[in-house]
């Protein structure tokens, strides 16, 4: 049996957000207020069976999401994998009543089944890789909204710690390797955010160059870790 990983405990912490939360709406409402607002905005909206929270990301919340992006697309060019960008699309499923903006998105290994066209969340699959950052509270129980959604893999970055869950048996389970990088351990990105702090391009070099020293290792049978 497969127990679900808990909710991440709120710590105080930065300010990485501004949040406010509309309770006891219906669907339609939700849809309303969705339409109403301009797709160029700098808000996102989470809306879960009732709930809609609206969170508008401040520089701790952006530069974290910007280079966690960063990040993930550095690791599928090198590692030669393929993916679409969904950024923070709207993904809306009515039958759940639920509907989100998630920092990223992303399709891998089902990128063959939507490239080339716009996704239709009523009969896609959800993408394989969600990414959110949390720093601040929020009022949504992200793991079990995002489990309930289908989505494979979800990060969850709190501004210092990254937890990677895995869905398994319709329940998220926290691991310690990314199912999708099972190679990367989660501290390269640690070091990737701190080096980033100081220069952007000089830790995407690194990064890469980090990858090509495990390739190097593995073709020549070495365990040193550059």
Not at 4 to 18: C, R, S, T
Not at 27 to 32: H, R, V
Not at 45 to 72: A, C, K, M, Q
Not at 75 to 102: C, D, F, Q, W
């Amino acid at each position: 049996m497969v127990i679900a990983a808990p909710e991440p405990k709120v710590e105080l912490q930065p300010v990485g957000e501004q949040r406010v939360v509309l309770r006891g709406l219906s669907w339609e409402a939700y849809l309303q207020i969705l339409n109403a607002l301009p797709q160029a905005r700098g808000s996102r909206l989470t809306y879960d069976d009732g709930l809609l929270e609206i969170t508008v990301p401040l520089e701790d919340h952006e530069f974290s999401g910007r280079l966690i992006e960063r990040f993930i697309s550095t690791l599928i060019e090198v590692m030669g994998m393929r993916m679409k960008t969904m950024g923070s699309t709207t993904m809306n499923y009515p039958h759940l009543k639920k509907g989100a903006e998630p920092d990223n998105a992303y399709y891998i290994q089902n990128q063959s089944l939507v490239k080339g066209r716009n996704v239709d969340f009523n009969q896609d699959p959800p993408p394989d890789l969600v990414v959110e950052v949390d720093i601040t509270h929020t009022d949504i129980a992200k793991n079990q909204f995002y489990a309930n959604i289908g989505v494979p893999e979800f990060w969850r970055f709190n501004g210092k710690v990254l937890r990677i869950y895995q869905l398994q048996e319709g329940v998220y389970v926290e691991v310690e390797v990314s199912p999708t990088f099972p190679q990367v351990p989660k501290e390269r990105l640690y070091v990737f955010l701190d080096q980033a702090k100081e220069d952007e391009i000089e830790a995407t070099r690194s990064l890469r160059a980090w990858w090509e020293g495990q390739r190097y290792n593995e073709l020549s049978g070495s365990d040193d870790c550059p």
